[in-house]
């Protein structure tokens, strides 16, 4: 069985900085595939943020590029996103989500396990 456990979410004002964690867990080892961060607005589709493979290398959505960066630690099997100048349009449910594939990738159909979510609200 795998969980995925977010965590850091908050209220902050517009420009701050947050750090969400998702702790993996489960049979296949952490260090083989990639990992992703999606979020979804109220009244909107969730869609992609970034994402890392097994070789943390990173891909990012356009809106988030240069604000966020995704990270991995093994050791911990544990999966960052680290958010910086965050903006309104930041606020958000976050989702965890481990992917079946080694390499990033964008598309939700290739995450098979995803997390409960953290609420992340950025007020202006």
């Known amino acids: 069985q795998v969980q995925l456990v977010e965590s850091g979410g908050g209220l902050v004002q517009a420009g701050d900085s947050l750090r969400l964690s998702c702790a993996a867990s489960?049979?296949?080892?952490?260090?083989?595939?990639?990992m992703g961060w999606f979020r979804q607005a109220p009244g909107k589709e969730r869609e992609f943020v970034a994402a890392?493979?097994?070789?943390?290398?990173?891909y990012y959505a356009d809106s988030v590029k240069d604000r966020f960066t995704i990270s991995r630690d093994n050791t911990k099997n544990t999966v960052y996103l680290q958010m910086v100048n965050l903006e309104p349009d930041d606020t958000a449910v976050y989702y965890c989500?481990?992917?079946?594939?080694?390499?990033?990738?964008?598309?939700?159909?290739?995450?098979?396990?995803w997390g409960q979510g953290t609420q992340v609200t950025v007020s202006s």
């Open positions: 989500a481990r992917s079946r594939l080694p390499y990033a990738t964008y598309a939700t159909r290739n995450y098979d396990y």
């Open positions: 890392i493979s097994v070789t943390s290398a990173a």
């Open positions: 489960g049979r296949t080892p952490f260090s083989t595939l990639a």
